[in-house]
């Protein structure tokens, strides 16, 4: 018992097969987990991409014309909402529709319906003023109207916190099912050492000597466990980036594996393995 | 060294121990004598830490045992060793690694190890078993693999339970001569027999317990 990672090897392997479920059920958890972690994380950059892609649309009167255009354009500038504006003439607009529409369709209608448009992409700290800015934006003479995405990017907020809300549930109940795997096992194998501890606590052994190799022996389960996700993550974002795989979906290939997974991953097996034996160990009495 | 002041013991409501007052000095070799169930095993046992005194107060060296924390016990465990009447041996190991366990949990390192338990093996006639799984040996042996773990560390007390219990008269013999020769090192032993005849004309104290009561 005096090395404990030999010794924990040892009762790892002299239960082969209750450790491999027990390890490749922690797998399964933590694979999971990082799927569920790393889609909020996904989730969390194209939300706040949405927001800074987020554009307020003014659409302007047929007969303004084009020295009233860049002079509106220009003081829009000057009233710092914006981060960046965009001129979209009717003309551009037309051949934007065509990529998108049957031109044979828009060649019915035999004039083209689209008004010129500016795109005012708003500063982030302006955004809660938004409605205001609407409002005064749609009293100027130049201006037909304005959209603005609102309800699209709010109904995606909520939809956000939901599903944060629900993945952080999701990830609570996996973690505390890998404690509870860890802690069974651990707790099994010190049961069947129960003798030999007795004996160890006879000749003075203090609870640190005795904890050691079952401390080991989860920290090797929680490491081994997530080592298997990694991997399994690793296997699934090379199919995910694969050229062939996926290509009739190419925003597949814009999902992240953020780089932190690679070090956060096992270390958190490591540390959740350590402190699921440490509660299944309890105090080592001696009387 | 050992010191029991108005000592009680009780298991439910029935007093194992009652009003023990005991002063063993440094270096004494000492029997704890009485029938079976008169709470010899008991006594050992509260000077061992593995029980608690529900009344009174025991000293062992420095450690008082009435205040002991349960972190503190392993090391009034280095301070006092005990040779079980079951042995409590590793039957699945070798003898040297039995009698190295007490020496690799205190921490010392590989090279002294093997050297001590070598020598200590040869103190008890057991150096040529050094190799030997525990399980093949008989009952004198084990006892001797006991007794050679309970020395190794020179400790400054060993209890010892019954160790003549199992054994032929011979063997008993050998064995008590093996106790002699640790307390002539300066060791004090305590031990709990109710055979009288390891203590019959003994030099030693003989203290008597009778229903949880002591006398000398």
Redesign the interface.
């Given at each position: 018992?005096?090395n404990p990672v030999s010794y924990a090897i040892k009762s790892l392997w002299g239960n082969k097969w209750s450790s491999l479920i027990a390890m490749v059920s922690i797998g399964v958890c933590f694979f999971i987990i990082t799927i569920i972690a790393i889609g909020l994380y996904n989730l969390n950059v194209f939300t706040k991409n949405l927001s800074n892609k987020a554009a307020l649309v003014i659409s302007l009167k047929n007969n303004t014309s084009q020295k009233d255009t860049f002079q509106f354009i220009e003081d829009l500038n000057k009233k710092d909402i914006f981060s960046k504006i965009k001129f979209i003439s009717k003309e551009e607009a037309l051949k934007e529709m065509k990529d998108l529409v049957e031109p044979s369709l828009i060649e019915l209608i035999g004039f083209n319906p689209l008004p010129d448009t500016i795109e005012g992409f708003i500063k982030d700290e302006k955004l809660n003023k938004l409605e205001e800015i609407t409002k005064e934006l749609k009293n100027h003479p130049y201006v037909e109207d304005v959209y603005y995405p609102s309800k699209i990017i709010y109904a995606l907020k909520t939809l956000k916190i939901t599903i944060w809300n629900s993945g952080i549930l999701v990830l609570s109940l996996l973690s505390i099912s890998i404690l509870f795997i860890v802690y069974a096992t651990v707790k099994n194998h010190y049961w069947q050492k129960e003798e030999?501890i007795?004996?160890?606590?006879?000749?003075?052994?203090?609870?640190s000597?005795i904890r050691y190799p079952f401390l080991t022996e989860g920290a090797l389960l929680g490491f081994g466990g997530s080592f298997l996700a990694l991997l399994l993550i690793i296997f699934l974002f090379f199919i995910l980036y694969s050229k062939e795989t996926f290509s009739y979906i190419p925003a597949i290939k814009n999902i992240i594996l953020p780089f932190e997974v690679f070090y956060l991953l096992p270390f958190g097996g490591l540390l959740l393995g350590v402190f699921s034996a440490f509660i299944a160990l309890g105090?080592?009495?001696?009387? | 060294m050992i010191e029991f002041s108005g000592v009680y013991k009780y298991y439910d409501s029935l007093a194992v121990l009652q009003n023990i007052n005991l002063k063993i000095e440094k270096g004494e070799f000492v029997f704890i004598t009485g029938p079976s169930g008169a709470g010899k095993t008991t006594l050992l046992r509260l000077i061992f830490g593995s029980e608690k005194a529900d009344e009174g107060e025991i000293k062992v060296g420095d450690f008082v045992l009435s205040k002991i924390k349960q972190s503190k016990i392993p090391y009034l465990r280095r301070f006092v060793t005990f040779v079980f009447q079951d042995f409590k041996l590793r039957q699945d190991l070798t003898v040297y690694d039995n009698v190295a366990l007490p020496l690799l949990i205190s921490g010392q390192k590989e090279r002294d190890i093997k050297q001590k338990v070598y020598d200590t093996l040869k103190n008890v006639n057991l150096r040529h078993r050094a190799d030997y799984i525990v399980r093949t040996l008989s009952g004198g042996e084990q006892q001797r693999v006991a007794i050679a773990r309970a020395i190794i560390t020179n400790p400054r007390v060993i209890l010892a339970d019954e160790p003549t219990g199992n054994l032929d008269p011979d063997t008993a013999n050998d064995v008590m001569n093996l106790f002699k020769s640790v307390n002539a090192l300066g060791c004090t032993l305590i031990i709990a027999t109710h055979n009288p005849e390891i203590f019959r004309n003994t030099p030693y104290r003989v203290f008597h317990l009778k229903e949880g009561k002591i006398s000398q």
């Open positions: 018992m005096n030999e007795e004996i160890l606590k006879l000749l003075g052994a203090t609870p000597y105090k080592i009495k001696y009387q | -």
